[in-house]
């Protein structure tokens, strides 16, 4: 499967099919073109229909691309058609929706994945393009400040590729798919990191006063145009093997956690239009969400040594499931224990995590919910907790406004047996910030 993710050429599969497609992007081209030159929605409309019928959002977005690289037309102006055309598009689609598969219909994952998609073509491909090519002509400290700009709306990928990370590749890895999952997750790190480097390069020129340099000028213009074709490489890799992949494989229960799952970490450049409520769902009972279980009816059945059912006893106490959930998810901090076998079996779930977790880890080892190029760190460290080398590791690192404290700590019973590793992480950002003493109520 790697072979395949890696061994193909954007350009040569991109709206560039059979020759019933290739009729069909003439004709939506001449149609746009129509529009471009004066041309009412209505006066199109009829002419669109009885050609062309149906339309796929694949066929709009090669569409799109034609317009800025063969016509020339400028990026602001396709922008426009952008909303005229999708008045004509419209009726096409809304029928393909009504008999259209689960994996079509807005809400879905996929369905939004794929929506992200265009949108992040949009940019790469018109924005980022159009103003790479006038920087290339002269570097104005405008045109760099546009480039910014565009980066700045693409590291907004890392949400796309975090809920495909955290949340499509753990069910993949349940049917044992693993080697294009870590492929594609080192890639996904492999973009972040370009853009970040690349933004900071464009931040340093732009401070200097006189300009660029050429051969900085340069390396810049060959890292943008590199971030180009990884992304639409990404959206390749993605919409032909990994989504089809994922779809013949997982079932309807689990695209629905997926969905429900998805805001925990967020949208990419756009969102759902709306929730995704398949005709029929039967969800398990007793999945291992969090939260489940607790008093059944309210009863307080016994379970032995005089511990009502639903409380567990500690040596020091007593508490609910309830209470106990509530006392772990109102630390000011984030909890994650991984088993002596190195997998994911529980996190608080605080209001406000620092770092994104969702329930589709649980179960999953953690050395697959960290990208190929840190893992190495990770096995390290259980190793030497397991050796009883170290019993505890601790890492901090700024993160935006942030200062996050992670501690790790090695778990042992009373004789000295290893049994996991609980994570520790803290925003000591306001700790750090205290000045002087504090003794009375606010």
Same mark, same amino acid.
């Given at each position: @499967?790697?072979?395949?993710?890696?061994?193909?050429?954007?350009?040569?599969?991109?709206?560039?099919?059979?020759?019933?497609?290739?009729?069909?992007?003439?004709? *939506?081209?001449?149609?746009?073109?129509? =529009?471009?030159?004066?041309?009412?929605?209505? /006066?199109?409309?009829?002419?669109?229909?009885?050609?062309?019928?149906?339309?796929?959002?694949? /066929?709009?977005?090669?569409?799109?691309? &034609? !317009?800025?690289?063969?016509?020339?037309?400028?990026?602001?102006?396709?922008?426009?058609?952008?909303?005229?055309?999708?008045?004509?598009?419209?009726?096409?689609?809304?029928?393909?929706?009504?008999?259209?598969?689960?994996?079509?219909?807005?809400?879905?994952?996929?369905?939004?994945?794929?929506?992200?998609?265009?949108?992040?073509?949009?940019?790469?491909?018109?924005?980022?393009?159009?103003?790479?090519?006038?920087?290339?002509?002269?570097?104005?400290? /405008?045109?760099?400040?546009?480039?910014?700009?565009d980066l700045n709306?693409? =590291?907004? %990928?890392?949400?796309?590729?975090?809920?495909?990370?955290?949340?499509?590749?753990?069910?993949?890895?349940?049917?044992?798919?693993?080697?294009?999952?870590?492929?594609?997750?080192?890639?996904?790190?492999?973009?972040? &990191?370009?853009?970040?480097?690349?933004k900071a390069k464009?931040?340093?020129?732009?401070?200097?006063?006189?300009?660029?340099?050429?051969?900085?000028?340069?390396?810049v213009c060959i890292?943008?145009?590199?971030?180009?074709?990884?992304?639409?490489?990404?959206?390749?890799?993605?919409?032909?093997?990994?989504?089809?992949?994922?779809?013949?494989?997982?079932?309807?229960?689990?695209?629905?956690?997926?969905?429900? /799952?998805?805001?925990? +970490?967020?949208?990419?450049?756009? &969102?759902?239009?709306?929730?995704?409520?398949?005709?029929?769902?039967?969800?398990?009972?007793?999945?291992?969400?969090?939260?489940?279980?607790? =008093?059944?009816?309210?009863? %307080?059945?016994?379970?032995?040594?005089?511990?009502?059912?639903?409380?567990?006893?500690?040596?020091?106490?007593?508490?609910?499931?309830?209470?106990?959930?509530?006392? @772990?998810?109102? *630390?000011?901090?984030? =909890?994650?224990?991984?088993?002596?076998?190195?997998?994911?079996?529980?996190?608080?779930?605080?209001?406000?995590?620092?770092?994104?977790?969702?329930?589709?880890? +649980?179960?999953?080892?953690?050395?697959?919910?960290?990208?190929?190029?840190?893992?190495?760190?990770?096995?390290? !460290?259980?190793?030497?907790?397991?050796?009883?080398?170290?019993?505890?590791?601790?890492?901090?690192?700024?993160?935006?406004?942030?200062?996050?404290?992670?501690?790790?700590?090695?778990?042992?019973?009373?004789?000295?047996?290893?049994?996991?590793?609980?994570?520790?992480?803290?925003?000591?950002?306001? +700790?750090?910030?205290?000045?002087?003493?504090?003794?009375?109520?606010?």
């Open positions: @499967m790697s072979e395949l993710i890696n061994n193909r050429e954007y350009g040569a599969n991109r709206g560039d099919g059979e020759p019933e497609q290739r009729r069909r992007q003439e004709l *939506l081209k001449q149609i746009i073109k129509e =529009l471009h030159q004066g041309k009412s929605v209505d /006066e199109v409309k009829a002419r669109f229909e009885e050609a062309v019928g149906d339309v796929t959002v694949a /066929e709009i977005s090669a569409l799109e691309h &034609a !317009l800025m690289e063969e016509e020339g037309i400028p990026v602001a102006e396709v922008q426009r058609l952008c909303s005229v055309h999708t008045a004509i598009f419209k009726g096409s689609i809304e029928e393909i929706h009504r008999s259209a598969k689960p994996e079509e219909q807005p809400g879905h994952p996929v369905h939004t994945f794929k929506l992200e998609n265009r949108e992040v073509e949009r940019l790469v491909n018109f924005k980022l393009r159009l103003h790479l090519d006038k920087f290339r002509k002269e570097d104005k400290e /405008e045109l760099v400040f546009k480039l910014l700009d709306l693409l =590291l907004d %990928l890392d949400k796309h590729y975090s809920r495909k990370e955290n949340l499509l590749f753990p069910y993949l890895e349940k049917y044992g798919i693993y080697g294009p999952t870590k492929v594609m997750w080192g890639v996904d790190d492999g973009i972040r &990191a370009m853009i970040k480097e690349t464009l931040a340093s020129g732009s401070a200097d006063k006189n300009g660029f340099a050429d051969a900085d000028k340069e390396t890292d943008l145009e590199r971030i180009i074709t990884e992304v639409n490489e990404m959206i390749f890799k993605e919409e032909n093997i990994l989504l089809p992949m994922a779809l013949e494989k997982l079932t309807e229960d689990e695209w629905v956690k997926i969905a429900r /799952e998805s805001d925990v +970490i967020g949208y990419c450049l756009t &969102a759902p239009e709306q929730e995704w409520v398949p005709e029929r769902v039967t969800l398990e009972s007793g999945n291992g969400d969090a939260g489940e279980g607790g =008093l059944e009816g309210g009863a %307080l059945a016994e379970q032995g040594h005089g511990v009502p059912q639903g409380y567990v006893k500690f040596d020091t106490g007593i508490l609910s499931m309830e209470q106990l959930e509530a006392v @772990m998810n109102h *630390l000011p901090v984030d =909890l994650t224990f991984i088993d002596e076998n190195d997998v994911v079996r529980y996190f608080s779930h605080g209001k406000e995590r620092i770092f994104a977790r969702t329930k589709a880890v +649980i179960g999953r080892t953690v050395q697959n919910c960290h990208p190929p190029q840190s893992v190495h760190v990770v096995n390290q !460290l259980l190793e030497d907790f397991k050796a009883g080398r170290k019993d505890v590791e601790d890492f901090w690192i700024p993160v935006k406004d942030k200062f996050v404290y992670i501690r790790y700590f090695a778990v042992r019973s009373e004789d000295g047996r290893y049994l996991g590793t609980l994570e520790f992480t803290q925003n000591i950002a306001p +700790i750090r910030a205290l000045e002087g003493q504090k003794r009375i109520l606010s």
